[in-house]
């Protein structure tokens, strides 16, 4: 037991002195490129509020995934939710947009597990027809709801758009931090080394915060209390490594997977609603593919509520940063060059420490392949930032999704997935 809490606490630490020098990174690219967006709390508050959307559809494949049923059909689930959640809230306000978004993708995932549970429909076809079912439905009940002469035409709606929200949902400051006189932002313009740079994060990350990014944000730990510490999540995860086992014992697989699915559905809808927060109605192909995002944000975090939350952040400081300035994206080369460094450098002391000759020749090919990879790219993007003054807009527009693409070919080294994940399942019967 001591040797379980030990180990928690060490990685804890280890993830707390990552994050700091992380920041002290990012800080000494900042001194050197004068590209101040980098660390500014514009840059941080949009991080934030793009990366929400994206943490919460990684969280609705993480429950789903977690019992055993990939749900690839989140980008659908979520143009769901905006637009129920547009059409409930010019009419009744936030709150009503905030119920409806929820039971339209908690109905969006109800359909992929009649589907897949139910009626054995495997997974990716069910998740792939859920992404065209829900732009189908929206755009149909558009051009029957929208249209002109109806009471939403003539409150502004368009077949691709509807009238803005009743009302909006509350911003807050936390307190100390950003309530009161402002004096993280005062400290933020100064530009001194590390304690600006400090400021600038915190002030973007507490400042004029919305209320459902503080839900979005507690929804973390509550997913991780209870399907790491609850006999509920324990049949759920159950349900995910070995249903046939987990019915042995009793567990209701098919109730579980059920409850599961329909909660992933909810919480990509939530994540819809949140679009419809920030753009005061809903827009037609506002989710932007980010039901994809977050399901390669939940990949890289290894099926983890922690490192979902890493690669929701990652992937929205990169769409931030690239909304805020295409200078700064040009001196973000520069720290992905050191990233790079210090990969090798880590796979170096590892080999080294290793001390296992036998180890090293069976998987010495591979490992030097991708230090050999890691030193040219970042040679190249030290080339890059040196010589190039503004990135083409269209590279910059598309940051998001290479980072996106690399991310998960780098993470696709220690990645661990459910055993029974995307199974076929049917009570009685042995896999």
């Known amino acids: 037991m001591t040797t379980v809490a030990s180990t928690k606490v060490r990685k804890y630490h280890l993830a707390l002195i990552g994050v700091a020098l992380l920041i002290l990174l990012m800080s000494l690219v900042r001194i050197m490129s004068g590209a101040n967006d980098i660390t500014s709390s514009g840059t941080f508050a949009a991080a934030l509020m793009l990366a929400v959307p994206i943490g919460l559809a990684g969280l609705g494949g993480l429950w789903a995934e977690r019992a055993g049923v990939v749900n690839i059909g989140l980008e659908g689930m979520m143009v769901l ?27 969006g995932g109800l359909i992929h597990a009649i589907a897949t549970v139910t009626f054995g429909v495997d997974h990716i076809i069910s998740g792939v027809a859920i992404n065209l079912l ?25 077949i691709t758009t509807s009238p803005a929200l009743k009302s909006e949902a509350p911003e807050i400051s936390l307190p100390l931090l950003s309530s009161g006189p402002d004096w993280l932002g005062s400290l933020e313009r100064t530009h001194w080394f590390l304690l600006s740079d400090v400021a600038g994060i915190l002030r973007g990350l507490t400042h004029g915060v919305d209320v459902l990014v503080i839900l979005a944000v507690l929804l973390l730990p509550l997913t991780f209390f209870v399907l790491w510490h609850t006999a509920f999540g324990l049949r759920l995860r159950s349900a995910g490594e070995n249903p046939w086992a ?183 019967e042995q896999h």
């Open 81 to 107: 939710g905006t637009w129920f959640a547009g059409w409930a809230g010019y009419q009744w306000g936030a709150m009503a947009a905030l119920l409806a978004g929820l039971i339209a993708g908690a109905l």
């Open 134 to 158: 829900g732009p189908g439905v929206t755009r149909f009940l558009s051009e029957v709801l929208y249209k002109e002469g109806t009471g939403a035409g003539e409150a502004g709606a368009g």
């Open 246 to 428: 987990a019915e042995s014992l009793g567990v209701n697989v098919p109730l579980i997977k059920y409850v599961a699915v329909v909660i992933s559905g909810a919480f990509a809808g939530l994540g819809g609603v949140f679009l419809v927060f920030v753009s005061t109605k809903y827009v037609e192909g506002q989710t932007g593919g980010r039901g994809f995002i977050g399901l390669a944000a939940m990949i890289f975090g290894n099926w983890r509520p922690g490192g979902l939350a890493a690669g929701a952040a990652l992937f929205g400081y990169a769409d931030g940063l690239q909304l805020r300035s295409s200078g700064a994206v040009t001196s973000f080369l520069l720290f992905g060059a050191a990233l790079l460094v210090i990969y090798i450098g880590i796979k170096l002391r590892g080999m080294l420490a290793s001390g296992q000759p036998a180890e090293a020749v069976t998987r010495g090919a591979r490992e030097y392949t991708l230090m050999a990879a890691a030193a040219a790219g970042s040679i190249v993007l030290i080339w890059l930032w040196l010589t190039v003054d503004k990135l083409p807009d269209e590279f910059v527009n598309v940051t998001p999704h290479v980072l996106t693409l690399l991310v998960l070919l780098v993470a696709s080294q220690r990645l661990r997935m459910p055993k029974a994940d995307g199974v076929r399942y049917r009570r009685g």
